[in-house]
């Protein structure tokens, strides 16, 4: 894990674009395929044989009855920053320092990978799918999408956890901690937002979690990198420690 944390450390080389675009057809999209295919697979069980999981219904009611003002308002700006105008918008900001201040173009593309793999992913799924939203009262309007998997969770799981992969680079340990928890508090966060405001079902949310978790991995991972020396120098290690 380690080595798949600092494989951009370990390796800083450019590529060239032509080895950005072929990497990142052969092992982003072709595998998100595979995603999609589990994504609708699962989707289609839910509306059919599962009949919707109607013991989901428990869930969205349990949130209603724990409403209050100050929580309608905190839920609010959580579901907020899941939306695809805060993503996109943050995304960009922070694409644009990170280039600016790295000038490594190959690296500051991984995080809009992810999310834009995901959008495709969620928005091509939700459409085959179908799912209608919980059956109470919600308190935002239903975007046009439908209810699986869950957009907003799935945008921020991309975006903060690759956020999270990139804070590993951060030299002060407690800085560090503190980034990475905060980076994968956040699409928890705000995934129980949107049941609190009745927009999905639990495994609306859940399999928003897998695409976005997915996608980040698969952008992070896109680039082909050289990590054999920190694989030797790990060899070396062992064997020293062994004599």
């Given at each position: 894990?380690?080595?798949?944390?600092?494989?951009?450390?370990?390796?800083?080389?450019?590529?060239t674009r032509k080895e950005a675009w072929r990497d990142f057809a052969q092992r982003v999209l072709l595998p998100a395929v595979g995603l999609w295919l589990v994504i609708v697979g699962v989707g289609f069980l839910i509306t059919g044989p599962l009949n919707n999981l109607p013991g989901e219904a428990a869930v969205n009611e349990w949130f209603v009855t724990q409403r209050t003002d100050t929580l309608?308002?905190?839920?609010?700006?959580?579901?907020?920053?899941?939306?695809?105008?805060?993503?996109?918008?943050?995304?960009?900001?922070?694409?644009?320092?990170?280039?600016?201040?790295?000038?490594?173009?190959?690296?500051?593309?991984?995080?809009?990978?992810?999310?834009?793999?995901?959008?495709?992913?969620?928005?091509?799924?939700?459409?085959?799918?179908?799912?209608?939203?919980?059956?109470?009262?919600?308190?935002?309007?239903?975007?046009?999408?439908?209810?699986?998997?869950?957009?907003?969770?799935?945008?921020?799981?991309?975006?903060?956890?690759?956020?999270?992969?990139?804070?590993?680079?951060?030299?002060?340990?407690?800085?560090?901690?503190?980034?990475?928890?905060?980076?994968?508090?956040?699409?928890?966060?705000?995934?129980?937002?949107?049941?609190?405001?009745?927009?999905?079902?639990?495994?609306?949310?859940?399999?928003?979690?897998?695409?976005?978790?997915?996608?980040?991995?698969?952008?992070?991972?896109?680039?082909?990198?050289?990590?054999?020396?920190?694989?030797?120098?790990?060899?070396?290690?062992?064997?020293?420690?062994?004599?």
């Open positions: 894990m380690h080595t798949f944390l600092h494989r951009y450390e370990l390796d800083t080389s450019a590529p309608n308002a905190v839920t609010a700006v959580l579901s907020a920053i899941g939306t695809t105008e805060f993503i996109i918008g943050a995304c960009v900001l922070f694409v644009a320092l990170f280039w600016w201040r790295t000038k490594q173009w190959w690296l500051a593309i991984v995080p809009p990978q992810a999310i834009a793999v995901q959008a495709i992913v969620f928005m091509t799924a939700a459409l085959v799918v179908g799912r209608e939203r919980p059956d109470v009262e919600k308190l935002d309007e239903s975007p046009p999408t439908s209810s699986y998997p869950s957009g907003h969770t799935g945008a921020s799981t991309a975006f903060y956890v690759v956020l999270a992969m990139l804070a590993q680079r951060i030299e002060n340990r407690a800085l560090r901690v503190v980034v990475t928890v905060v980076c994968l508090l956040v699409p928890i966060a705000v995934g129980t937002a949107r049941l609190y405001r009745g927009m999905h079902s639990l495994s609306d949310v859940l399999m928003g979690l897998l695409n976005g978790l997915v996608c980040a991995f698969l952008a992070w991972n896109y680039l082909r990198r050289d990590t054999s020396s920190a694989t030797s120098t790990s060899s070396t290690a062992h064997s020293v420690v062994g004599r």
